[in-house]
């Protein structure tokens, strides 16, 4: 009797710590979410936001974003469900106010003329890196029909060193995104958020990697540490990872492994990752992901050809590599 009094004794100790820690984490969410959501709505009554007033709330909301996957298994589930909901809402309420914000120049892109996609292209570059004021994160958002490479991140001079590490992409759509020469930046951590009908190539992260609302998109990376993917649909992943990628709310999601065209010299390869599919916890196969066939891997011919490319021939390119196109 004495054991089992002790025992039950230790164990309202233990829940009590244990409920006090996940009422923390959401109260600090629920916070984050007020605040970031009182943000948006004062630049929104003023009618437009500067760029560097985006950019702010970008990060702001990608740091809101890996807060509560972080805190995942750790608040009651349907905690989790209201705040991801939550998160919906502010991520439209920003998409609202960035349409607003932007100029009659961002909505120029033509698919099918090539006069009309090039000028587009030097503006959107030019207010990118032509800008000499204090960025306060390091993002590349809102872009349509473009190649994005190093050069339309900011100067790092610009970044504070202690943000250079973590990059946040947000918004593209048909777009070949190609990263992997950011040595400048020495970038660990990728926040990937709203990116559909794109290609993205992405530095080799020495940390983590989280995705959130893709569509038909192809993602090249390998990172150290954690490979995350929600709420995505229609994804073909090339991935290098030493632990076992997680993904929930998607589907559509074939993996297949690293390219050999991109690996360098003593590069371990790892083979087919052991996905954890969070919105399948039952014992059978989840439905949601699948192996690429190794027929279907792209040729090294074929990732030298994206990464040689004619930024005013993105259409055909994206056309033949895309998994629904």
């Known amino acids: 009797m004495e054991f089992l009094s002790k025992f039950l004794e230790r164990l309202s100790i233990l829940t009590f710590r244990w409920s006090s820690f996940f009422f923390s984490t959401l109260h600090l969410i629920v916070i984050s979410c007020v605040d970031l959501q009182t943000c948006i709505q004062q630049a929104t009554q003023s009618g437009t936001a500067s760029k560097q007033t985006l950019d702010n709330l970008n990060l702001q909301l990608a740091q809101l974003s890996k807060n509560i996957v972080d805190a995942a298994g750790s608040i009651p589930k349907f905690d989790q469900r209201n705040c991801e909901n939550q998160l919906k809402e502010i991520e439209q309420s920003l998409e609202r106010l960035r349409k ?12 099918k003329a090539r006069e009309a996609t090039q000028p587009p292209s030097n503006v959107s ?3 990118v890196t032509g800008s000499v004021a204090p960025k306060s994160s390091l993002t590349l958002s809102s872009y349509t029909m473009k190649l994005v490479t190093p050069r339309d991140l900011p100067d790092p001079e610009t970044i ?3 943000l250079r590490s973590e990059l946040s992409i947000i918004h593209l759509d048909s777009c070949i995104l190609n990263l992997l020469n950011t040595k400048q930046y020495e970038i660990s951590a990728l926040h990937v958020r709203d990116v559909k009908n794109s290609i993205l190539l992405l530095p080799v992260l020495e940390g983590s990697i989280i995705l959130h609302d893709l569509a038909n998109c192809v993602v090249v990376v390998s990172c150290h540490q954690q490979f995350r993917m ?10 290098s990872i030493q632990s076992n990628p997680i993904i929930e709310h998607c589907s559509g999601i074939r993996f297949g492994p690293y390219p050999s065209a991109f690996t360098l010299e003593n590069d371990q390869h790892v083979p087919g990752p052991a996905v954890q599919d969070f919105s399948h916890i039952k014992s059978t196969p ?9 027929g279907a891997w792209k040729s090294s011919e074929d990732w030298q050809s994206i990464l040689t490319l004619d930024a005013i021939d993105l259409e055909p390119v994206l056309q033949q590599a895309l998994p629904g196109m």
């Open 230 to 239: 929600h709420s995505s649909q229609n994804i073909d992943v090339y991935l």
């Open 286 to 294: 989840s439905p949601h992901w699948c192996m690429l066939a190794e």
């Open 100 to 111: 607003a914000s932007s100029p009659a120049s961002k909505f120029a892109f033509k698919r």
């Open 125 to 127: 570059t030019a207010s």
């Open 160 to 162: 504070a060193p202690e």
